[in-house]
Every structure is written in C-alpha cells, then in structure tokens.
C-alpha cells in the first residue's frame, strides 16, 4: 500500500504526538514494590515494601550518599516533600511518621500514630507548618511541623485512610478512604463535607494548583482529582472561604482505564493529570479538554505511583515491577497537541448557541441562559455585547452582574488575540499576556517574563501572581528549556 500523507496540518500534528513523551531514565534500585515516588525542585524520593526510602539528584538521577534512607521497620507506604524541599515525610506500617533532614538523611523527628495502627499517607501543608498522616484506622493527624507535636486528631467514619491532599491556598485539606469517602477538613480538622465518591474505595487524590474562576459569588475554586478501584478518575471543584462557606461540586468523571485506578497526580501548572492503573498503563490528560494526550505502557506490573517535577516537565511513574521511570516532556510538541485538540471550538466567534450556554454555566452564570438563548446569542454575538447592550436589549438590571459579564467577555477577546496570533498559551507571559522573551520560572512554580516579574515583586511583594500565596522564595530561575522552545517556534512561524 502507498504511503498516503495525511490530509491536514492538524493531523500532522496530531501524528507527532507519540513523540511528545520519552523515557530518559529507570531507577532500579529498590528490592520490592514501589509504593510513593515524589519530587522537591532538585530531588526526587522513592519509598518501596523494602522498607527504605531514596534520594536522587535531578541533574543526573545519581543516588546521594546518604541514601537509601533506613528506620522504618516495615513496608514504607507513602513521602513528600515540605514546599522548601530541605524535609522530607515518609509514614510505614510500623505506625510512625518520620521527618528527614534531606541535606544530610538524618532523622529529625519520629511521629507515632496514637492509635499505633499503620499510616497509609502523609502531606505536608502548602506553608509547611503543619502535615497530616492518615492510618489504616481511619484516625487523621494534623501535626505541627515546626514543634512535632500533635496538633488535632480525628477519624473518618469507615474504612483505611488512604489518600490526602491540600488544596493549593492551604485552608483546607481532603482525605480519601478505603471505602471510598471522600472528606473535606478545614484547616482547624473540622469536618466540612463527607461523601462517597468512589464505590470500590479510593485510592488517591490530588489538588491542580490552577484556580478555575466560577461560582455565583465568584468564589475561587480549585480542581480536585479522586480515583479508585472502580476504574475511574472523578474531577471536582472545591472552594472555602471563611465569609462566604464551603462548596463542593462534581464536575466529570474520566474513564480512560480499564482496571482499578492506583494514582493520580496534577502537573505543577495544572494544565496535565496523570494516572497508573492496575491495567499496567499511565494516562496522561489535558486537564482543560480532558482529552488523552498520551498513554505510557512501559511498565511490568501495576503502576502503584506518579508525580510530576515542579519546576521541569518531567513525570516520575513507580510500579510493583520495582521500578521507577522518568519521562521527559517535549514543550514544543505539547504545545501543539494542545492546539490540534482545541482547533474545532478555540475561536469563540464560532460558538454556537448551545456552547454559549456552556461558557455561561461554567462562568457561574447559568442564570443567564435563558436570556441569552431568547435573544439567540452566539459566539459573534456574543463578542460583541456592550453594557448598553446587555443593559437594554438583554434587560439585565443587576450592575454587579453586568460587570462579571463583561469582564468574562474581556477575558474571551484576550485569549481570542493570543489565539489568532497562533502563539501557545505556554509561550505567553500571566502577568503581561505577551510572548516571552526572557522566561524564568518563580518559586511558585509557574513562567514569567523575568522584566514583568521582577517588577511584580518589587511591588506585590512576595506574593504569586497565579495563586496570590505568598512565594517561598524571590529567586527566579532562568527557564532555558522554555527559552529555547519559543526560539525554535518563532524561527518557524515568524519568517
């Protein structure tokens, strides 16, 4: 059969895909089941049945001296890093959390459960002042990092707690159990909101640290993933304030698996969720289309763990084969499978009636609907409406509503400009909506301009123009890597 080309630009792009992904590294070093794998901004940490924990640097994944990491006296079941990357949690079997000394590997605290029943999972608090350890019990601990010494302590009403997630601002946080609840804790271990969200019990869960604007208040909400043994990954949206309460939606469920789901992890900017199953396979996600970008089917075994780098697209997949393999992202060809998937519906003057009202529930104003579609508002339409036209042809008499409107209208025409330049979103500044010509990446995580930032800084202080928490640290980092992708695509679409 001749080779026959394939018929469009987008296909093109959508056939370069496979190349978006590639294994760089597998660490072999552990002599049973992985359990946890996790990342600092210069460190990645493995825990395993074999009762130890490892460090490896990420310039070359050499194991530091210091490592393995020895003092539990049973299977290590789940670590993390605090937000500095100087401490590292590991919790066991044997009923003890301990915190590490990552410089060095010395013990620096060892944190008994008080019910001494095995603990499943540990987090630290995105301000490290406090960690959660979560036990097969059901007890919940919320430790203060600073003193180690028990702070609260609560228990769920059935089953192992084996799952647990801060949200990004840090005033709450969210366990999951083997029975498949999920409970929402603020952060004084109140118990806000409790229900099953996964059958066959829950087996992880995660916070994306990109809020997502929505709500009738205009509350700030933030995407939680949870998945379990019944094969499925579960996206919520979570907001709380003190003023205006607790909210807590369902938002779609991604079937993408076809055995119990073991792990689940967000990308540090929010934009991929990653996921390993007992099916062998890891799946990763565009978090916006919930589209699959990629499946990864190099492991053996039940792939047990998965997290991504903070501050590099690197991805880290453990598994009970006793590995653990780093995957390297290719930017440029990331940005373009996301701008093939998005082509149909990116141009908002195409929408039609019906993805209008979509935009508007998902904005929080489905209040609107009904208005909008009386008054056969389409995306061209749409585009084009006034304060007088909303005023007097749509007849919405509340300012307060209006002005929402017309702000979420004014975000539209931003990203249509970003759109119709054909410039990937990962290529434009946050602070400045420009491409960027000398990237680093801040404490928080994210890309910026370093003239727009460093001005941001000098006048914000030390907050995060993505999250508004305040940054760990002022060093910016230059981001070679993005640099060197926007150079490659503006040798390409700029001659």
Known sequence: MPFVSSATPQADILLQIKDMVKIIHTLADHDDDVNCCAFSSSLLATCSLDKTIRLYSLSDFSELPHSPLKFHTYA???????????????CSTDGTTVLWDTQNGQTLAV??????????????????????????????????????????????KDGSLVACAFSPNGNLFVTGSSCG???????????????????LGITCCDFSSQPVSGGEQGLQFFRLASCGQ????????ISFTHTLGFELK??????????????????????MLVSGSVDKS???????TENILHTLTQHTRYVTTC?????????????????????????????????????????????????????LCAQGLKDLVGIFKMNNIDGRELLNLTKESLA????????????????????????MKTLSSGIPDEFICPITRELMKDPVIASDGYSYEKEAMENWISKKKRTSPMTNLVLPSVVLIPNRTLKMAIDRWLETHQK
């Open 76 to 90: 290590v079941h789940c670590c993390c890093f605090s937000p500095s990357g100087h401490i590292l949690a590991s």
């Open 111 to 156: 944190m008994e459960q008080p019910s001494g029943s095995p603990v499943r999972v540990c987090r630290f608090s995105p301000d490290a002042t406090c960690l959660v350890s979560g036990s097969a019990d059901g007890t919940v601990v919320l430790w203060n990092a600073q003193s180690y010494k028990l702070y609260r302590c609560a228990s769920v």
């Open 181 to 199: 609840d999920l409970t929402v804790w603020d952060d004084k271990m109140r118990c806000l909101h409790s229900e099953k969200a996964h059958d």
């Open 230 to 237: 019944d094969c499925q990954i579960k996206i919520w949206l």
């Open 250 to 271: 369902y938002k779609s469920t991604l079937s993408g698996h076809c055995a119990p789901v073991l792990t689940c992890a967000f990308s540090h900017d929010g934009q």
């Open 282 to 288: 890891v799946i990763v996600y565009d978090t916006n």
């Open 307 to 359: 997290a991504f780098a903070p501050s590099i697209l690197l991805l880290a997949t453990g598994s009970m084969d006793k590995t653990v393999n780093i995957w390297q992202f290719d930017l440029e060809t990331l940005c373009q499978a996301r701008i093939a998937e998005d082509q149909p519906k990116q141009f908002t003057e195409d929408w039609s009636e019906d993805d209008v009202s979509n935009w």
């Open 392 to 415: 007097d042809d749509l007849k919405i008499e509340s300012l307060g509503l209006r002005s929402k409107v017309l702000r979420k209208i004014e975000e539209l025409r931003t990203k």
